[in-house]
């Protein structure tokens, strides 16, 4: 039984929360645990028996590190990786759609979809037992989290049979409670799913010929016949139609919108590297530094014997960490420098970046309320009431801190030389 | 007794027989520090010569005494130690503890015997005269012809600096009962021609709150370097004017000053960076810790990468958890924090 799975990796529009870091790179590629965003997918595709290819799916241009990132991991996982560039902006089903062929190609049955933009445990084995086991094996599967209920109105909402699962109502984002189960952003696919799509744009075309002018006065894409939503076109038509089921998983989730959230789902795949990749995670060993908890450094970093680092600290490629240096809670990109004693909390130091001795670099985490099980983490926006919310501090690419002072709960734009101390700001 | 609000953390457990506490380990400077760090709100009474004066364990005497322009009622104890102060009918010391300079004793005693009055009085300039109350006396006497509150019109330039030297005879004018001596007792004098003032020589500071004690303490520690340099610390880590008692350990690594005064016993870690700051006895400062413009009390444990700035008070035997930032946090003694303080405010 030939399997597939696609990416949704988006655009360069997209990611907006993500800014400043996803200037730098794309944000699937953005290192979460020490590894690009999506290789945590593509590692869960690549166990699944009979899974023979993956397409990365987006509207970015065709890019370097990009490539490189995909001859890589061909490499490494031993399977086909190839990216499906849009030329617009066709939506989560769009594309799909648009390269129907090129997923069916090799005569695939069935096809998982996933947003880059979440981590997970990713169950696909689950999923696919789990159809096998209710026996409609032509059917489709939404992998489901449950939610708490006020945080479940930010979610695509599930409401499903509770004996057999079939999804029987579906809303995305709704503005009123409709259920605590809610759309984790992972598919099971059969290629009837092309019909659903299909029959979503041809309602569409017929639209446009009755509004001609929408089409013309378009230029973002979004009234293009071809731009079609999963979510709100799609699931939402195949509610009760017994296509649709929902398989709930209780394993970790969380989305990655903001950069913040690329802290706390570090710190989830950090907890899963001790089941899963025991060799990425460091070791208190003799003439190293001081561990505490998940903490992953990439094999060319320089870290000082006295520095101690951890809980969920991710150090990347040739990074320099200094004498006496603290480290909790943070990802350290590739190149940047923490000179002797400084102290770096619930933060992420931007590629190349430097940080002065006893300087102290410090954001306020956003972490979900850790005395209820279903809380998520909040995508925040940047301002609540006119005023920047604390939130993790970031520091974009080269920019450097000078000794002793201290950057509380700001963003600093790419490439600045900070004089100064600053608190709650973004520095442009 | 009571403090003045201001000053509460380091004072508010400390008794007076507490004084011992001292950081500096110069006489002249422990004597001055004693002063300031205990915060003895009472007047500093100490009868006979200046050399005794000195040496003196600390006052007996104490009474809440606000300083400044709030209500002052500092001769009420002096007419209570009545027995004690005339006894041998030498004339004596008056001290207000929250002030620092060079301490003229010597010199004022002398100043004090040559005119013969009742009373001298050391006055200090200031650059706006229109904020205090000015003294005004006679160019070559020095003899205080009048007080003025806050002038509008330029009169002087010459403030009370809050150090006195009384013959016996003072005690006459007091009587037992909470008496201003700037407002009720000093005018009177001047009256009578019986007060003088004596111009102080280099620096003062009202040290009276925390941001004005560690300015204060730069100026004592500048005035230290001109004077006695071999006090000051020196060797690798150590810049500018750094003052650090024998017994206190300083670890690897560490940047201490500019204006730093270390006590006894105090145990600074590997890594720290501290300036502008007074640490007092048996504190610890544990390693990789940045702390600037801080008053760190007795016996106090600053954790592991603690940041603590901009006019940070801990009262005696705080602890501060690890990796925290102190900004103007203003501690009582014995509390424990374990969360930062990113905004000025008082901890109780
Ligand atoms: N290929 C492709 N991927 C897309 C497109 N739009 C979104 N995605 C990806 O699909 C996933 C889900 O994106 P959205 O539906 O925009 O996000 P969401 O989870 O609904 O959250 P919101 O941003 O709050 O709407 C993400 O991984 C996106 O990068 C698109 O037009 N083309
Ligand atoms: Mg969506």
């Excluded at chain 2, 300079?101 to 006055?123: D, K």
Aim: aromatic share 8%; charged share 20%; glycine share 8%.
């Amino acid at each position: 039984m030939p399997l597939k799975a696609v990416i949704l990796i988006g655009g360069p529009q997209k990611g907006t929360r993500f800014r400043p870091l996803s200037f730098e790179v794309p944000k699937p590629l953005f290192p979460v645990a020490g590894v690009p965003m999506v290789q945590h997918h593509i590692e869960a595709c690549a166990k699944v028996p009979g899974l023979k290819e993956i397409l990365l799916m987006g509207f970015y241009q065709p890019h370097e590190a990009l490539s490189r990132f995909l001859a890589a991991a061909q490499q490494e996982f031993k399977i086909p990786i190839r990216y499906l560039q849009e030329y617009a902006a066709l939506g989560t089903a769009g594309g799909i759609y648009h390269f129907r062929d090129q997923i069916l190609a090799g005569g695939a049955d069935a096809f998982f979809v996933l947003n880059a933009d979440v981590c997970s445990e990713f169950p696909l084995q689950e999923m696919l037992d789990f159809r096998q086991q209710h026996g409609d094996t032509d059917s489709f599967v939404i992998l489901g989290t449950t939610a708490n209920r006020t945080q479940a109105l930010n979610y695509g909402c599930i409401v499903a049979n509770a004996d057999t699962q079939e999804v029987q109502h579906y809303v995305e984002k709704p503005s009123t409670f409709v259920s605590e189960i809610i759309n984790c952003g992972i598919y099971l696919f059969t290629p009837a799913i092309f019909q659903h799509i299909g029959q979503v744009f041809q309602r569409n075309q017929q639209e446009l010929a009755l509004c001609p002018y929408l089409g013309e006065e378009s230029s973002n894409g979004w009234q293009r016949a071809e731009v079609i939503r999963l979510e709100q076109d799609v699931f939402t038509a195949l509610a009760g139609s017994g296509k649709l089921y929902v398989y709930k998983t209780d394993g970790f989730w969380s989305q990655i919108k903001s950069a913040g959230s690329a802290i706390y789902a570090s710190r989830l795949y950090l907890n899963q590297y001790s089941q899963s990749h025991p060799e990425r995670l460091a070791q208190n060993k003799p003439g190293g530094p001081i561990i505490r908890g998940n903490v992953y450094i990439h094999p060319t970093a320089s870290v000082d014997s006295t520095a101690v680092l951890g809980p969920n600290v991710s150090i990347g490629e040739g990074v320099t960490v200094g004498a006496g240096v603290r480290i909790r809670e943070s990802i350290i990109l590739h190149g940047a420098s923490l000179h002797d004693h400084t102290c770096v909390l619930n933060t992420i130091v931007g590629w190349d970046s430097t940080i002065g001795r006893w300087a102290r670099v410090e954001g306020t985490p956003s972490d979900p309320n850790p005395n209820d099980p279903y809380a998520k983490i909040d995508s925040e926006t940047l301002f609540r009431d006119g005023r920047l919310t604390p939130s993790i501090t970031i520091l974009g690419c080269s920019v450097t801190i000078p000794a002793e002072v201290v950057i509380l709960n700001s963003i600093v734009l790419p490439h600045k030389e900070l004089s100064r101390s600053y608190k709650n700001q973004i520095i442009l | 007794a009571t403090c003045p609000r201001r000053w509460r953390p380091p004072c508010a457990s400390r008794s007076s027989g507490s004084a011992s506490a001292s950081p500096c380990p110069t006489r002249r400077s422990r004597w001055a520090q004693r002063l300031s760090d205990s915060r003895r709100p009472g007047a500093v009474v100490a009868p006979g010569t200046p050399r005794r004066a000195q040496a003196a364990p600390g006052p007996r005497l104490g009474c809440p005494r606000p300083r400044g322009d709030t209500d002052s009622r500092a001769a009420g104890p002096l007419a209570l130690a009545r027995d004690l102060l005339a006894e041998g009918g030498e004339p004596f010391f008056v001290l207000n503890s929250d002030v620092i300079c060079e301490f003229p004793f010597a010199a004022l005693a002398r100043f004090h015997r040559q005119h013969g009055g009742e009373g001298s009085i050391v006055v200090t300039r200031v650059e706006e005269p229109a904020k205090y109350g000015v003294v005004v006396s006679e160019p070559d006497s020095g003899r205080i012809c009048r007080f003025v509150e806050k002038p509008r019109v330029f009169v002087s330039n010459k403030i009370n600096a809050g150090l006195y030297i009384f013959s016996p005879g003072i005690l006459q004018r007091i009587q037992l009962r909470p008496t201003s001596i700037e407002k009720e007792i000093f005018p009177a004098m001047a009256q009578d021609g019986q007060l003088y003032a004596m111009e102080l020589q280099g620096f003062w500071m009202d040290i009276g709150q925390p941001k004005d004690f560690l300015t204060g303490m730069c100026m004592y520690l500048q005035a230290l370097r001109a004077q006695h340099p071999e006090k000051l610390h020196s060797g690798p880590g150590v810049v500018g004017n750094v003052l650090v008692d024998p017994s206190a350990k300083i670890g690897a690594n560490c940047v201490i000053g500019p204006n730093v005064t270390i006590g006894a016993g105090v145990v600074v870690e590997d890594g720290v960076r501290i300036k502008r700051c007074t640490v007092l006895q048996g504190a610890r400062i544990r390693s990789h810790s940045w702390l600037e413009s801080c008053i760190v009390g007795w016996s106090c444990s600053v954790g592991q990468w603690v940041r603590m700035e901009n006019v940070t008070v801990l009262g005696e035997d705080v602890i501060v958890n690890d990796e925290l930032y102190l900004n103007g946090a203003n501690v009582l003694p014995h509390k424990s924090i374990a969360e930062s303080v990113p905004e000025p405010r008082i901890i109780m």
